[in-house]
């Protein structure tokens, strides 16, 4: 079994892989000035972006939770893989060979989930193939009275699994597949009588992160023999999680990303039916309720930041789907985005809608979307009624916390107003209800915690999240990093101000500082103990200024609590839009500090001169010829 990969190979991948290109499947960056970028954090739940990412120098950080790594260290959390892992992801992306070293450490103890993903890659390319099979013929008639034709069961990798009991597994077995990886992938069931398939005579749909890798299976039942439920998932497994999974996201993320738009159905037919329409953002849960999880995974896609995009949900019009209706309700404020609910005429879910009225008529559904709030009051205002004195008061009193709880406060009287026609009561009790509502939950001190949930009507939270608030997708139980300073907690005086941009310059972009600069600079007084560790750093690899391991060798000369410092330096912004200006703002600021350091040490020299006794005309002399070497100096660094 091979050991270690070769480290040369670590390295050369990690120049190869664009840090953006992967952070970019699971966050939507924008940029945020020169070879910077910034989203949502995926590692907590945050409203306003604060996860930068710089790829040029391979780095990511967040200055709210404080994670920060490289591409690697990304990946790992990311994914929950082992560095190995990790390695063999990103190189199985770019198709990049990886050597290994017989016999050098252990080997990797965490391949099962490498296998895991390969396993179900495999059942994959299974299940499509035995769509075309004669014994396929139901799942193709089930198919074809939905709407959908081949080709459409290509685009989204419909399958079908035969009726057998171990024909996958045996199929797998030939391909190399043990029982023991095929049970761990969900793919086999444990019986009295030894392991059998999961998945029997059923439409198997393919699950995938939002990197396309096929992480579990949803499955369709086709036969009244079958005992099992309606539609059976995976179950969960080191790689799929259902609560943390959105069906059809690896297809609709890009469209969601450009549009701030996604669509959040109930079923995988809806979903093809949605993107066949031309409905591209459509999503859908995979045999679980809509949840907290899956609202911080859209929100990273869309980079839910501003509150322009658009969340829209369609819910079946009974029981049901009311009940789901308000389970999503309750969790609204978790988004920036406006939210809405679109309920087709009849009752139709958007596949249904299809086959009866044509695709159009699924697009038109999405532009008659109406107020998530406007949806929710209607539907509480039809347990009561009406007609009676005391169900007016009853819905006014059950619907009031509703509109109370609206953030935007210039949408409350409208709604107040509604409140009072749909009820039959006055505007002025409607507006006295809210009212009230809104300092009853003052009064019990309802906030929006650092989760986002709704428990009042307090707006974004502002504070420093905790690690309960982190997501499970990867979970943050304790720093990953030694604890040590940070970016901000250094002093916001000008003085420290400066000393920081100019290290931010040097560490960034050493190369456009210059060799002459840099080494003027790291001889340059800092008076911030932190910074001034890491200019020592840099001053001790100054004669090498730059390259591609710059900031690993600085990072190699300083203490291990000081890494994050280093990280955080190397990926916060830069105040400038262009290259152009990139060069003069770097050269600039750190001509400033060096400037800095020119005039205090004028001002010792003066000082000195001063206390020089008239006998003592050599020293003197010797001071002044320093103070003109000083000035010249001085002068020097504004003309190049």
């Not at 560790?533 to 001053?539: F, K, L, P």
């Not at 206390?611 to 001071?623: C, L, Y």
């Amino acid at each position: 079994m091979a050991g270690r990969i070769r480290q040369a190979d670590v390295e050369e991948l990690k120049q190869r892989i664009n840090i953006a290109d992967v952070i970019g499947d699971y966050v939507t960056l924008k940029s945020a000035g020169v070879g910077s970028m910034k989203g949502l954090c995926p590692f907590h739940d945050e409203r306003s972006p604060s996860f930068h990412v710089r790829p040029t120098v391979g780095y990511f950080h967040c200055f709210g939770c404080g994670e920060s790594g490289d591409v690697y260290t990304f990946v790992q959390k990311m994914d929950h893989l082992s560095f190995t892992e990790s390695i063999e992801r990103l190189a199985q992306r770019i198709n990049f060979e990886l050597h290994y070293e017989e016999g050098s450490g252990n080997p990797n103890e965490s391949g099962n989930r490498s296998r895991i993903l390969a396993a179900n890659s495999a059942a994959a390319e299974f299940f499509v193939a035995q769509l075309a099979t004669p014994g396929a013929a139901e799942g193709r008639k089930f198919l074809g009275e939905r709407g959908f034709d081949k080709a459409a069961a290509e685009h989204f990798g419909i399958g079908y699994a035969p009726k057998a009991w171990n024909e996958l597994r045996d199929h797998l077995k030939s391909q190399g597949f043990t029982e023991e990886e095929q049970l761990q992938a969900g793919l086999l069931s444990q019986g009295d009588k030894g392991v059998y398939d999961r998945f029997r005579g059923r439409v198997i749909w393919p699950i995938r992160d939002t990197t396309g890798q096929t992480i579990g299976f949803g499955a369709r039942k086709l036969f009244d023999d079958d005992q099992g439920p309606k539609y059976l998932n995976t179950p969960e497994t080191p790689v799929y999680h259902k609560q943390q999974v959105l069906y059809g996201l690896d297809l609709a993320k890009r469209d969601i990303s450009k549009t701030r738009r996604v669509v959040v159905v109930e079923g995988y037919t809806d979903v093809m039916a949605a993107h066949l329409s031309g409905v591209t953002t459509a999503v859908a849960t995979c045999g679980t309720s809509f949840g907290v999880e899956h609202i911080k995974l859209i929100r990273r896609i869309m980079g839910d930041d501003s509150g322009l995009g658009e969340v829209i949900f369609t819910f079946d019009p009974d029981a049901a789907g009311q009940k789901a209706a308000m389970r999503a309700f309750a969790e609204e404020q978790r988004f920036a985005a406006q939210t809405f609910v679109a309920v087709a005429p009849e009752g139709l879910d958007p596949c249904d809608l299809r086959l009866a009225r044509g695709e159009q008529a699924v697009r038109d559904l999405m532009d008659a979307k109406v107020p998530m709030f406007e949806f929710v009051i209607r539907q509480m205002l039809g347990n009561y009624n009406l007609d009676t004195v005391e169900g007016r008061v009853a819905a006014l009193r059950e619907a009031a916390p509703v509109v109370a709880d609206i953030r935007d406060s210039a949408l409350r009287p409208g709604y107040t107003r509604e409140l009072a026609r749909l009820t039959g009561v006055d505007v002025s009790e409607a507006q006295v209800a809210v009212s009230n509502a809104v300092k009853a939950s003052r009064s019990k001190g309802m906030q929006t915690t650092a989760e986002g949930a709704r428990q009042g009507y307090a707006g974004p939270a502002t504070a420093r999240p905790d690690a309960s608030a982190a997501s499970t997708a990867a979970p943050v139980s304790a720093p990953s990093e030694p604890e040590g300073p940070r970016v901000f907690e250094l002093a916001n005086d000008p003085s420290t101000r400066l000393e920081r941009d100019a290290l931010m310059a040097l560490i960034q972009y050493p190369e456009l500082v210059g060799l002459e600069l840099a080494s003027d600079a790291v001889q340059s007084a800092i008076m911030d103990p932190n910074l001034a560790t890491v200019r020592d750093a840099i001053g001790a690899n100054v004669n090498e200024l730059g390259g591609e391991t710059w900031l690993e060798r600085i990072q190699h000369d300083l203490p291990a609590d000081f890494k994050p410092l280093v990280t955080q330096l190397a990926v916060a912004p830069l105040p400038q839009k262009n290259e152009e200006q990139t060069q003069i703002y770097c050269r600039g600021v750190v001509i400033s500090l060096i400037e800095r350091d020119l005039v205090r040490r004028k001002s010792e020299l003066v000082g000195r001169l001063q206390r020089t006794s008239v006998d003592q005309g050599e020293i003197s002399r010797e001071i002044q010829r320093e103070l003109l070497d000083l000035e010249t100096k001085r002068r020097s660094l504004r003309e190049d």
